[in-house]
């Protein structure tokens, strides 16, 4: 749509506009445009991520040499990924379009719960399960979506209040106990299942990633929600549908949380309560991290799946390395409030 950029950069020619009458900077930077010092520094930035990246494999690879540089820990990194890379397409579609979400996790563990308990004690069949569980998840997204755009609540607040809701239905529904019993061959099967020496699970993630990617990144849909994440009033005024869009984002999220359940549970044959507790403050800092990799400092689906490599690599080296436990969330932690503030620059050196 393209009255949308239009409208965007008439907000930006707004917003310089009004401060006519102010003093003007002096030097390179005058004009709005980045001094040199500006711009070199930002690229400092957005390379100290892959920088990063590339000094703590060689470490590990140090530490570690026997273990860590093998294609059987590459595989296994892979393999990590797929879950969390899912869950982390889904969020940054939520957060392109400027809201949050903290319930996704809680759908995870409903659908975990409600595919398993189908199929192991009620007799389902594995395809009718599934169905039922990506349905289940489908209604919690579009809740939550009427219930923050309808509704005009806080989407940090409603996200928070429902994915407790939604908890609770997990319990109800499974009796808050481990289940491991009666799971169907073939659902176990469907992660277990291998091409090109990668786990299905990984090749899913990668479909899932590139599709999200087309959406965010080439469609016209994509363009609105991110017009909509920069200023959702000029893009309402361009004509975007904001409400529909933000609960399509909320859906998205929530349908992809259903398809991680399944992988989790096909996985381990088994469901187990809170098996999705660790996945969001990790799927969070993936994000962020991912958001200060780009020139534009923007939420992109590539950057946050560089993010979770990023993150899970960490996991994966400190393990093989015999780092104290400790030390992974301690330093997941500061990389997540560095992320946020070098996103934070990034953004506002392009407002």
Not at 38 to 56: P, T
Not at 186 to 194: E, F, G, P, R, V
Not at 274 to 285: C, H, K, R, V
Not at 343 to 348: E, H, K, L, V
Request: hydrophobic fraction near 55%; glycine fraction near 12%.
């Amino acid at each position: 749509m393209t009255t949308v950029p239009q409208v965007a950069g008439a907000k930006r020619a707004g917003t310089a506009g009004s401060a006519a009458g102010a003093p003007a900077p002096a030097g390179p930077g005058a004009g709005g445009s980045p001094s040199r010092a500006a711009r070199g520094l930002s690229l400092v930035e957005r390379s100290a991520v892959v920088g990063s990246f590339v000094i703590m494999v060689l470490l590990f690879c140090l530490l570690a040499g026997d273990t860590f540089p093998t294609s059987g820990t590459v595989k296994d990194i892979l393999d990590q990924c797929a879950v969390p890379v899912i869950l982390v397409c889904g969020l940054t579609l939520v957060l392109a379009v400027g809201e949050f979400d903290l319930s996704y996790t809680a759908t995870v563990g409903l659908a975990a719960g409600l595919v398993i308990v189908l199929t192991a004690q009620h007799g389902w069949s594995v395809g009718p399960a599934i169905l039922v569980s990506l349905l289940a998840s489908l209604a919690v997204g579009v809740i939550v979506g009427l219930l923050v755009t309808v509704g005009r609540a806080s989407s940090f607040i409603v996200t928070l209040a429902i994915g407790s809701a939604v908890t609770g239905l997990e319990l109800a529904i499974t009796g808050n106990k481990t289940i491991f019993q009666n799971i169907p061959v073939n659902y176990a099967d469907l992660s277990a299942k291998t091409l090109l020496g990668l786990k299905s699970p990984v090749w899913a993630a990668l479909l899932i990633m590139g599709a999200i990617a087309v959406l965010l990144h080439r469609t016209r849909f994509g363009r609105q929600a991110q017009a909509i994440g920069g200023n959702p009033t000029a893009a309402y005024l361009a004509g975007v549908r904001v409400r529909r869009i933000r609960v399509i984002a909320f859906a998205i999220v929530a349908v992809l949380a259903g398809v991680a359940a399944i992988i989790l549970t096909s996985r381990a044959s088994s469901y187990y309560p809170n098996s999705s507790a660790g996945f969001l403050l990790n799927t969070y800092a993936a994000a962020f991290l991912g958001a200060s990799v780009g020139r534009w400092r923007g939420f992109t689906v590539f950057g946050s799946a560089f993010g979770v490599l990023w993150i899970t690599t960490l996991q994966t080296g400190l393990t093989q390395a015999n780092a104290p436990a400790w030390t992974s969330s301690f330093i997941q932690g500061l990389v997540l409030a560095i992320a946020v503030l070098v996103a934070s620059r990034g953004r506002q050196a392009t407002s």
